[in-house]
Nanobody, 119 residues
Framework: QVQLVESGGGLVQPGGSLTISCAVS????????MGWYRQAPGKQRESVAI???????NYADSVKGRFTISRDNAKNTVDLQMNSLKPEDTAVYYC?????????????WGQGTQVTVSS
């Protein structure tokens, strides 16, 4: 079975940096994209950064220039490097894989990792 496990979350001061990782296990033969989403209390889950199967990346306007998504094929991880963190970046960050299951679009999700930006 496919499983996504996030790690690396924690508490960081404003302006600091943090890298979170998503370890992907199981067989995924076809995927359209992998990425990171986040959800703050009382707010809707939003896309943060996406990397497609072709290597293209897309970022939310709020994180452009500060966050970098990458995929490490050797380690089977999807990482999100976060720099110049702001308090408004505080949220639970979820790893996502958009793929096909039984010929239909399917989205795998990790359990989430908490990122708190506070002094």
């Amino acid at each position: 079975q496919v499983q996504l496990v996030e790690s690396g979350g924690g508490l960081v001061q404003p302006g600091g940096s943090l890298t979170i990782s998503c370890a992907v296990s199981g067989s995924i033969f076809t995927f359209y994209s992998m990425g990171w989403y986040r959800q703050a209390p009382g707010k809707q889950r939003e896309s943060v950064a996406i990397i497609t199967s072709g290597g293209s990346t897309n970022y939310a306007d709020s994180v452009k220039g500060r966050f970098t998504i990458s995929r490490d094929n050797a380690k089977n991880t999807v990482d999100l490097q976060m720099n110049s963190l702001k308090p408004e970046d505080t949220a639970v960050y979820y790893c996502n894989v958009h793929t096909l299951r039984l010929g239909l679009p399917y989205y795998y999700w990790g359990q989430g990792t908490q990122v708190t930006v506070s002094s």
